[in-house]
């Protein structure tokens, strides 16, 4: 059908329907035209077949050709027609008409980089695009970034969005453009047409998106044939779970899991999926059952049965809408018809189309809710006229909107309410609202309507909505702040008038919130059940910055402010006249007050009290116009309050906040304390807390002191307690229960003393608080910088801190900045962070003497710490422990009153009678506390009064007169009477700073500047004194720490002199272990240049047996290979981490050939150890113990391990380290095999060399003619079987024969050989089986210990893979030390020598101890790749084999080249050393020749003019020789300077390697150049490995250099003319290994963050036909993008469903993996399927830290260093270790599933 209508268009028939289009038009027929034309062509193009229209069905060519059609037939046609001609023309003709634009209005796609201008934005909503940004003066700013959660555009060009510099250079081009109606400047005709088309396209969209009847379409669009088929929709809502979705579609459609979790898929992106086609009756049942399989919990998933031809004019429609945004972004003219279109009102009355839009938001799905808000963007957001209108009518619906909202299912952002923020945040239009509309009245009521309930004309809040539905009731909360975001700089009347009708609904919500949640002490019993309290502070939460945002509307104009001030004064009196208060007299030391008797221990009391804290907040701003308490204009008709009424609400909360400090409450619960705690918690303080104690503030600046502090003793229940003697009170108290129940009454008076004595610490600190914390703009003489100031000091002076702990510890304001960065470099410097951690900032020295003890917003731990970290300062600086108050500013006029508590009687009476019962030694109504904050309150008096003296003489303050007055009885007598006290010693510095300060404002009163000479004598006698004692103390203890530290030393000393063995097995407690060199242990130079190869080796560092301590059963045992087997503890894993071919992946295991390795290493088997030494039967039954308690839990209880015994895995028994076999650990070859050094046989390389060619020779000729005698082919190996030595030896001349006999004698001397243990040779093989399972089977094999299932030990790679892993994890030691720039020895970890000194050990053994004939096959084999005769099947050529594997193999193979039946396991030959010898110079050759073939000079490596050498010029004639002898053309001839550093540098890697081997073979220590770094390796690299310098000599015939070490011609020309050779260099350079070797990397990471951001953001889902991703991960060992985390790009592993990251490292890491997650910048570390972990990212922002999940916005940067630490974690193969660590610490991680990232 799709092919017929395509014919149908061909050869102009789209000219024949724009023909008739056009006589529609003309005819006023248009709609009718078209709307007939799209009746029959919709329905043939979409939903036509199951095929098409069930989602899972539809392939990516379905989807090209539907997209094809529908734009050929149904769009193409429209196009030509509304442009009367070529559409592509027309448009870029339109184009050009358009003025530059101003605005730049870039809809952001989800995960898109977004960046705020902190320094310049009027809010934070206010973003600029990557483009834009990168092109504007903000990138110099401080700026903040994030990703786009979708649905909002750039702001670029946009004025009321930023402060200055509103645009950048690209939008900067469209200043000074004349302003033109764009219509204007269409063409006429296309105008005209414009105006139809636009708006039939719109109106059908529309009308069909909103269509209900699903059985059938509207008349004017019903097809001529009707079809009967029907589909089931099913409908998204954010209810129901994925895994709900899915096992309801697999019952009611019958479907597999997989196709389930494909229709979940789209259904979760799209909100709409088809699931069922066919016939009424079946889509029906399918829509029944899924509606019943969802229904138990929750209400069931919307599903619909719809016809076919509604869902495809559904279709249609969704393109539709995308189509006119396609078209209006070409021309500004288009966009503006489109925009009056839309808002247009039809003559019939009807609502607009944007308005139909707005209030059927929620009946849309997904897709077509998000289309919609996109044009709205596109076309009306982007017209300021436009914006205006559709803001009028969305002001006028949002009661509506925000209703339907509420019963809607979909999150807010795709929701119509989530457009506020690009209408609400602009200042002029939201001003204009608000007088036009009465916007803030309209956002308040809703919100006020839908949470609350009118009774008796008061809103009572329901907690049950609040409770349920908050988070879908905040948003209004969210549309208030972006309305207040913008302080108007000018009022008029209408403006006043509508803000104050907004003021006064919000008075009442916080009128209906006043009181929230009172509590009652219980006493007796705990209460039963825990109360709601979250839902009250959420509230509080949300609408603390509107309120604050108001009361910074009301401060800038002042009738504003009274209006405001008034009505919160009014609501406060109306809240006092609903209680019933009881007022009562107290008398304090001949003063007496009338107070509210209220007991709050007894009484309900709230902690949340608004609108005292509103009116606190606008009293702060009467300063600014002149206005006090006590001004008549501030009430007008309202009679004024008393001070009394404004202290008693919130001296409640207080006073109940301090009770539940003193542990009197403890019975409330824990709900109670978490309200307490978020009273103090920084996110509410700002408007609960510091507002609280700012009306006491308030009413204590206008009580008569003496009466305020007795109401405060009142209201805290301290009448007793300051009246008459306190303590006879308790005695009386005690003496009165004792009658009854002694032991109950004891505790009783018990707790009636502490419950008091905390009472009163907490009294005292209130007063210091009420007094001191004056840093508050409006009651001190402050800045916001001083405020701000005060808190980084008090904060710095816990500890140092970082930069966003510092941030957490700051409130933020309505633009989330703290004004931290203004003040932090006034008062700290910042330490940079290393390699890890963070960078903190210090507090400098000299702000010290601003830190409070008692600083109000300390926590209680904050406090202690805070104490504690200045004590310790102070005595290793050697001052004086008093931390005295600190100077206070000045206080404001209207609050100059708080300094008269300090000097009223019963303020002087109350400190006094603290130390009057410190010096009595009866009393117990004190405390340490208690005298500390006494003392405190002094020194604050002593200060303000020194403080006013100096600054306003004037002002009468006399504290020093009234503490003296009483003679022996006054303050100051009390406080010298405390000298001395031991009771008090804590605090003796204090006091003694105290009475100096004392006696220095009392001087300074009496106007004598100076003491006289005798008190200045006992002034200074009285101080040195002190000061010798403080010394004298200092001086004994100093000697005492002295002393200790010997002890220990001596203790030290012995301990290791009794233990020496114990501290010479550190390490792996191998003492004897060659790896103790390799770890940089101290060693003797020899006196000649050490040699490691050869007859002529040096002699072995060490020759000792050596011992281990088992870490299971703490038993010594001497290592040897006849006595019980020891082991460490190891981890054998696949790896890709050294290859060059990257994506090349292990296709054919059971074909896979490891003995001949390829150089690109693409696959192999690493080995690492953690060190810890086990008795191979200790492990053994450690293992068996865990494998049995795990087979005995039930499957039920199982959770997910850090290891997987299923599959051999264990961890360490004493470090926890991931281990998954063991490593036997064998004595030094010396002390197992004879020293074959010592044997003298003369056997030149020629010689050697034509001895194995012959040997080559006669096994192929001998395999050749078995293949004859069988006549057939075979697809195998194949098999080299050895000659018998004699047949070989007979063929050489005398002396040759004699000396190759001798090389490969068996020694059979008596006590030549050791007897391998059983244990030990059972170790080695179980060792092989790991590397066997790991390398070749996925997921890898249990091993025998593992499930007792055994693999195949017959087949005979299972030993060569154990090579393998030793070669492999050789190398990539190699690789990591050249990555780091460390010397090659005296660099590895103890543990990495260890592991490869023991794996070279057990494999240099293993071949004597496997099947001689199979390892003589192996060794075979290897000589036929390195000495070609014949060409062979499945033999590659040179450049397709690793020399360096091919020097461990036939090291380990080489002494069974001629062995028979008859040779005895374990033997060895006598010309070892020799043979190491001369397979190192032969292979050596080869690798040189490999160099030479691979190489590729371009005229681009021009060389330097430098001196030719002989080298030079050798290395040159070689280079041209062997590339003719291959057949290559040279383009560029090299010069012998640079072939020769070419050579050097690519022969290095495999020198290094060799060298690293041998050492660990024979123990030969290294010489001194090879343990330094920055020196030439290559010469001593050679001499240690006995190669000639010049190893061109090894490729030249009759050189004098070469010793006789050159490999023949004849060898040459079969290397380089072997079939294969032509073929690989053909190829190209791509394919060929490059030389020399680099180390791989990780992928590099651009600098700025924001380019990864970026990369990701285009970046789309492979599986969702263009889709964002909503987690994309990049692959950090590939570079490859990945859509992780979701349903949409599961695939099988294993018959099991993975992710896209688990799925990825199986074909490119080897079941490990390393990624970025983009829009979390973190670090994701995967090994296998169900084991992962979190990690840091390497990016970090100026303050040395990482943002995860981009919370902060900080400019995040590469840093380097954290970088490579990834690199080493990588390439040391520790991903698997640190992920076992971390899950293995966090239990949390164990819950995560992992196999779905």
Not at 138 to 154: L, V
Not at 667 to 690: A, K
Not at 889 to 899: M, Q, R
Not at 1287 to 1295: D, F, P
Request: glycine share 6%; hydrophobic share 35%; with cysteine.
């Amino acid at each position: 059908m799709a092919a017929k209508i395509a014919g149908n268009l061909e050869g102009g028939n789209v000219s024949i329907i724009v023909q008739q289009l056009q006589g529609a038009y003309e005819r006023g027929q248009l709609k009718n035209a078209l709307y007939q034309y799209w009746a029959q062509q919709v329905p043939k193009i979409f939903f036509t077949s199951a095929e098409v229209a069930i989602s899972t069905q539809r392939t990516h060519d379905a989807v090209q050709a539907e997209e094809k059609l529908s734009r050929d037939v149904l769009f193409e046609p429209l196009e030509w027609f509304l442009c009367g001609g070529n559409p592509a023309a027309v448009f870029q003709q339109l184009q050009s008409l358009n003025n530059p634009p101003q605005l730049c209005g870039k809809v952001f796609k989800v995960g898109e980089p977004t960046y705020s201008c902190r320094d310049c934005c009027a809010d934070p909503t206010c973003v600029f695009c990557i483009e834009c940004f990168n092109k504007s003066t903000h990138k110099t700013h401080r700026y903040r970034m994030s990703t786009s959660g979708g649905g909002g555009y750039c702001d670029c060009g946009d004025v009321e969005a930023w402060k200055q510099d509103p645009w950048c250079d690209i939008h900067k081009q469209g200043l000074g453009q004349q302003s033109q109606n764009p219509i204007e400047k269409l063409p006429k005709d296309v105008a005209a047409r414009a105006w139809e088309v636009l708006k039939i396209a719109l109106q059908y969209a529309v009308d069909i998106l909103l269509w209900e009847q699903m059985d059938g379409l509207p008349q004017d669009l019903e097809p001529s044939v009707q079809q009967n088929t029907y589909v089931t929709m099913l409908f998204n809502d954010e209810i129901h779970t994925y895994e709900q979705v899915i096992n309801a579609l697999t019952r009611a459609i019958s479907c597999q899991q997989k196709e389930a979790v494909e229709f979940a898929t789209v259904v979760d992106r799209e909100g709409r999926s088809s699931v069922r086609y066919g016939n009424r009756k079946s889509c029906d049942q399918a829509r029944s059952i899924i509606q019943r399989s969802t229904s138990l919990r929750s209400k069931p998933l919307k599903v619909e049965v719809m016809h076919t031809s509604v869902c495809a004019h559904q279709a249609f429609a969704q393109k539709v809408l995308n189509w006119l945004g396609q078209v209006v972004n070409h021309s500004d003219g288009l966009r503006h018809i489109l925009c009056t279109t839309a808002l247009q009102q039809p003559p019939t009355g009807d609502l607009c189309v944007v308005e139909r839009l707005m209030l059927a938001d929620t009946a849309l799905w997904k897709i077509a809710r998000v289309q919609c808000h996109q044009i709205m963007m596109g076309s009306l957001l982007m017209d300021q006229e436009s914006k205006k209108q559709f803001s009028v009518l969305y002001t006028r619906n949002y009661p509506q909107v925000q209703m339907d909202f509420m019963a809607d299912d979909h999150d807010h952002g795709v929701s119509i309410i989530s457009l506020s923020v690009q209408i609400f945040t602009v200042p002029t239009l939201a001003r204009y609202l608000i007088m036009e509309h009465d916007l803030l009245a309209i956002v308040i009521r809703t919100f006020l309507e839908q949470c609350a309930s009118c009774r008796h004309g008061r809103y009572l809040l329901d907690r049950e909505k609040l409770q349920k539905n908050f988070r879908r009731l905040q948003f209004p909360l969210l549309d208030l702040k972006y309305v207040l975001s913008m302080v108007p700089d000018q009022w008029n009347d209408q403006l006043k008038r509508k803000f104050m009708n907004g003021f006064k609904i919000m008075a009442e919500l916080l009128t209906s919130m006043q009181g929230m949640d009172s509590v009652t002490r219980q006493v007796g019993q705990h209460i039963e059940m825990e109360p709601e309290w979250e839902s009250a502070f959420n509230l509080q939460i949300k609408l603390a910055p509107a309120v604050a945002m108001m009361a910074g509307w009301c401060a800038t104009d002042k009738m504003v402010l009274i209006d405001a001030f008034r009505i919160a004064v009014k609501a406060l009196l109306e809240i006092s006249q609903l209680d019933t208060v009881k007022k009562c007299k107290r008398r304090v030391c001949d003063q007496e007050a009338i107070v509210v008797d209220y007991t709050v221990s007894r009484e309900p009391v709230s902690i949340h009290l608004p609108i005292c804290r509103l009116l606190a907040g606008l009293y702060l701003q009467l300063g600014k116009y002149g206005l006090t308490f006590n001004s008549p204009e501030l009430y007008g008709p309202l009679q004024p309050p008393i001070a009394m009424d404004l202290l008693e609400q919130p001296l409640k909360t207080l006073v109940m906040i301090a009770q539940v400090h003193a542990e009197m409450w403890k019975r409330n619960g824990y709900s109670l304390f978490h309200q307490v705690y978020y009273y103090h918690n920084v996110r509410c303080r700002s408007e609960m807390q510091d507002k609280d104690i700012i009306m006491l503030q308030v009413a204590c600046a206008q009580m008569d002191p003496n009466q305020f502090l007795i109401a405060l003793l009142n209201k805290f229940e301290l009448m007793n307690w300051i009246e008459g003697d306190f303590d006879d009170f308790i005695r009386l108290f005690f003496y009165g229960r004792r009658r009854d129940v002694t032991e109950k009454g004891s505790s009783a008076t018990d707790d009636l003393l502490r419950f008091t004595n905390s009472l009163v610490e907490e009294f005292l600190n209130f007063l210091i608080i009420i007094i001191g914390e004056r840093y508050v703009p409006g009651i001190g003489q402050v800045s916001s910088e001083d405020m701000v100031k005060r808190e980084v000091i008090h904060q710095l002076c816990i500890s140092p801190m970082a930069h966003s702990d510092l941030s957490k510890a700051l409130p933020e304001n309505h633009k989330h900045e703290t004004g931290m960065e203004a003040v932090i470099a006034d008062v700290s410097t910042f330490k940079k962070p290393g390699v890890t951690g963070m960078g903190r900032y210090e507090l400098k020295p000299e702000f010290y003497k601003d830190y409070n003890p008692f600083f109000y917003h300390y926590t209680r731990a904050d406090q202690s710490k805070a104490k504690e970290a200045q004590l310790k300062r102070k005595k290793q600086e050697g001052e004086s422990t008093a931390c005295p108050p600190p100077e206070m500013p000045a206080l404001s006029k209207e609050f100059s009153g708080l300094v008269n508590v300090l000097e009223c009687d019963v303020f002087v009476h109350t400190i006094r009678t603290v130390f009057r019962r410190v010096n009595s030694s009866r009393s117990r109504s004190w405390t340490e506390a208690m005298v500390h904050r006494a003392l405190h309150l002094v020194g604050m008096a002593l200060n303000e009064e020194k403080r006013l003296y100096q600054t306003s003489p004037y002002i009468r303050f006399n504290f020093v007169k009234k503490a003296t007055e009483g003679g022996s009885n006054s303050l100051y007598s009390a406080l010298h009477d405390l000298l001395g006290k031991p009771r008090i010693q804590n605090h003796a510095d204090l006091l003694t700073w105290a009475i100096d300060r004392f006696d220095e404002v009392k001087a300074l009163k009496e106007q004598k500047q100076v003491m006289s000479d005798a008190q200045k004598a006992k002034k200074v006698s009285s101080k040195s004194k002190t000061d010798a004692e403080r010394k004298k103390k200092a001086e004994a203890a100093r000697k005492r720490r002295e002393k200790i530290l010997a002890q220990m030393s001596d203790m030290q000393k012995s301990f290791i002199r009794d233990n020496l063995e114990l501290f010479e097995a550190t390490g792996t407690e191998l003492s004897s272990s060659p790896s103790m060199e390799v770890e940089g242990s101290p060693m003797v130079a020899p006196s000649q240049y050490p040699v490691a190869v050869g007859p002529d080796r040096s002699p072995a560092t060490h020759v000792t047996l050596t011992t281990s301590t088992c870490i299971l059963c703490q038993e010594d045992q001497e290592v040897s290979v006849g006595n019980k087997c020891v082991v460490l503890a190891a981890y054998v894993q696949r790896s890709t981490a050294l290859s060059k071919s990257r994506g090349r992946v292990l296709e054919d295991p059971d074909k896979y050939d490891p003995l001949l390795v390829s150089p690109d290493l693409y696959h192999g088997v690493h080995t690492s150890t953690c060190g810890h030494v086990m008795h191979a039967d200790c492990w053994q039954r450690f293992y068996e113990a865990i494998v049995a308690k795990e087979q005995r839990r039930a499957l039920r209880f199982r959770h997910i391990l850090s290891y997987e015994v299923d599959r051999g895995e264990f961890l360490c028994p004493l470090c926890e380290t991931l281990s998954n076999t063991v490593i036997p650990i064998l004595p030094p070859s010396t002390t197992i095999q004879p020293d074959s050094v010592s044997v003298d046989i003369s056997l030149s390389f020629s010689d050697w060399l034509d001895g194995l060619k012959k040997t080559v020779e006669a096994s192929q000729r001998a395999m050749m003619k078995e293949e004859e005698d069988k006549m057939e082919s075979s697809d195998d190996l194949p098999v080299l079987s050895p000659c018998p030595l004699p047949s070989i030896t007979k063929n050489m001349a005398e002396m040759a024969a004699q000396g190759f006999q001798q090389l490969f004698e068996y020694m059979t001397e008596t006590g030549a050989q050791a007897p391998y243990s059983d244990s030990v040779k059972e170790m080695m093989k179980l060792f092989s089986r790991a590397t066997y399972t790991n390398m070749l089977h996925d997921p890898p094999l249990p091993t025998k210990f593992g499930l007792g299932l055994d693999p195949n030990d017959d087949d005979d790679r299972v030993p060569i893979t154990a090579w393998g892993t030793c070669a492999y994890t050789i190398r990539t030691l190699e690789w990591l030390l050249r990555d780091q720039g460390k010397p090659l020895f005296g660099s590895l970890s103890s543990r990495q020598a260890d592991c490869i000194t023991a794996l070279v050990r057990v494999v240099t053994v293993s071949g004597s101890l496997s099947d001689p004939q199979t390892i003589s096959k192996s060794a075979l084999r290897l000589l036929s790749a390195l000495l070609p005769q014949e060409p062979m099947k499945n033999v590659p050529c040179i450049l397709d084999v690793d020399m360096f594997f091919t020097l461990v193999f036939l090291h380990v193979t080489f002494p069974s080249l001629y062995c028979d039946e008859n040779t005895a396991a374990g033997g060895t030959i006598r010309g070892l050393a020799l043979n190491d010898k001369h397979l190192l110079h032969l292979i050596t050759a080869t690798h040189l020749v490999q160099i030479l073939l691979a190489a590729n000079f371009s005229s681009a490596d021009a060389p330097m003019d430098t001196e030719e050498t002989a080298e030079g010029s050798a290395w040159v004639k070689l280079f041209m020789a062997v590339r003719k002898e291959a057949g290559l053309q040279t383009a560029v001839i090299p010069s012998g300077w640079q072939l020769q550093t070419y050579v050097r540098e690519s022969v290095l890697p495999f020198l290094r390697c060799s060298a690293l081997f041998f050492h660990c073979h024979t123990g030969v220590q290294s010489s001194a150049e090879l343990q330094e770094s920055g020196v030439s390796e290559f010469e001593p690299l050679c001499q240690y490995l006995a190669l000639p310098p010049d190893l061109s000599s090894l490729l030249q015939q009759n050189s004098d250099v070469g010793n006789g070490y050159s490999v023949p011609h004849t060898i040459h020309s079969k290397w380089c003319q072997y079939p294969g050779i032509k073929e690989s260099l053909a190829s190209g350079p791509a394919s060929l290994v490059k030389y020399p070797i680099a180390v791989n990397k990780l992928v590099p990471l651009p600098q700025d963050y924001s380019d990864v951001i970026n990369k990701g953001s285009v970046f789309t889902c492979p599986r969702s036909d263009g889709d964002d991703s909503r987690a994309p991960t990049m692959c950090l060992v590939c570079g490859q993008m990945l859509c992780s985390q979701s349903y949409c790009c599961q695939t099988d592993l294993d018959g099991e469903p993975v992710g896209a990251c688990t799925a990825h490292i199986y074909t490119c890491g080897a079941g490990v993996g390393i990624f970025l997650r983009v829009r979390e910048c973190q670090i994701l570390l995967l090994t296998g399927k169900t084991k992962g972990c979190f990690y840091p990212s390497p990016y970090l922002d100026d303050y040395g830290e990482h943002d995860q999940g981009l919370r902060r916005g900080n400019p995040l940067y590469l840093c380097q260093e954290r970088y490579k630490k990834l690199q080493k974690l990588w390439l040391s193969h520790s991903i698997p270790e640190e992920v076992v660590h971390f899950m293995e610490a966090n239990a949390s991680f164990a819950t995560i599933e992992w196999q779905h990232l």
